[in-house]
């Protein structure tokens, strides 16, 4: 809010100027037309501004909103698995603080495989940090962006705009983290194939984009289908009920904040205990998300132009792409 403030006033003091100038301009002109024995003005008109353009999306940008996502990512995997995030010299130099749920973080899993799962898919987000700084950081002339400011309690009111019962921390099992782990995954997969048309150079980009993507996909699908399989086990547990409940109430609600800002549909696929595979029923095609319903979705959907921080980033992202534009 307070950059879209920012942005109407500085638009408000550009057209005061233009208009002063132009004023001064119109006034000169009328005066030497009227009459031929008036002097010229001695002084020089106020010059009309030039007007400003937005400066284009380079990939390097694109790289850099990707790691904003990255960043997210790993920070929840690290804290479930380990109770630790990113190490200084992964977040960067100049990062922001991660917010934590004061009552810890690390998951006390009761099933050994998902310990398993959770520690390879936070190896995998470290590694794609690691992989988007190296890359960004190879370009002559580009700034790495170090970790921005996490809020990793947003779950809690994430939680409580989907409709999910009580205050919602991923932490506090196995079968809530999971829950928490498909918030990121699905979004994740939308993101980079929205992102991918988007990049110039794609000798050098695209491959590992749809390389990262896949890995995303890989997550969502072991997520989907934990959830999934635990539901419609004939033990399932309450807790294991719950986990597909809420990670459908979830879906439901990114659904209808992508539709506010242009999603080709108001829901995503329904998890179930038969129906895993997010994806267009008439084609099988993964649907895209543009960064724009990204940033929607992370900011904790409010909705509207110039949105460029809350939910997850509680100061914004870092880069270029950093505000809602729909």
Do not use: W
């Amino acid at each position: 809010m307070e950059k879209k403030l920012n942005d109407l006033i500085d638009k408000a003091l550009s057209r005061r100027k233009f208009m002063a100038g132009a004023g001064t301009a119109a006034a000169a002109a009328l005066i030497v037309g009227c009459d031929n024995s008036t002097p010229a003005p001695t002084t020089t008109p106020t010059p009309t501004p030039t007007p400003t353009t937005t400066p284009a999306i380079t990939d390097v940008d694109i790289l850099t909103f990707a790691l904003n996502l990255e960043y997210l990512e790993a920070e929840y995997y690290l804290y479930a698995a380990t109770g630790s995030g990113l190490s200084a010299a992964d977040a960067g130099t100049g990062a922001g603080t991660t917010i934590v749920p004061t009552s810890g973080t690390k998951v006390t899993f009761a099933d050994n495989y998902l310990l398993r799962y959770a520690n390879e898919i936070a190896q995998d987000e470290l590694n794609h940090v690691r992989f988007l700084r190296a890359a960004i950081g190879a370009v002559s002339g580009a700034t790495v962006q170090p970790r921005p400011n996490i809020d990793l309690t947003f779950f809690a009111g994430l939680g409580t705009a989907a409709g999910i019962s009580g205050t919602f921390n991923p932490f506090t099992d196995e079968n809530a983290f999971l829950t928490g782990a498909f918030v990121f995954e699905d979004v994740g997969v939308t993101a980079y194939l929205g992102a991918a048309p988007l990049i110039t150079n794609k000798a050098s980009y695209l491959g590992p984009a749809a390389g990262i993507l896949g890995t995303e996909a890989y997550h969502a699908a072991e997520v989907r289908t934990v959830i999934a399989a635990n539901a419609a086990s004939s033990t399932a547990t309450a807790a294991q009920t719950a986990a597909l409940t809420n990670a459908n109430l979830i879906s439901a609600l990114r659904g209808k904040i992508s539709m506010a800002s242009g999603n080709m549909l108001a829901a995503e696929t329904a998890v179930s205990t038969s129906t895993i595979v997010a994806s267009d029923t008439t084609n099988s095609i993964a649907f895209a998300r543009t960064t724009d319903q990204v940033l929607h979705i992370v900011y904790g959907g409010t909705s509207g132009v110039g949105v460029a921080k809350g939910g997850f980033f509680p100061n914004g992202l870092n880069g270029k792409i950093t505000a809602t534009t729909t």
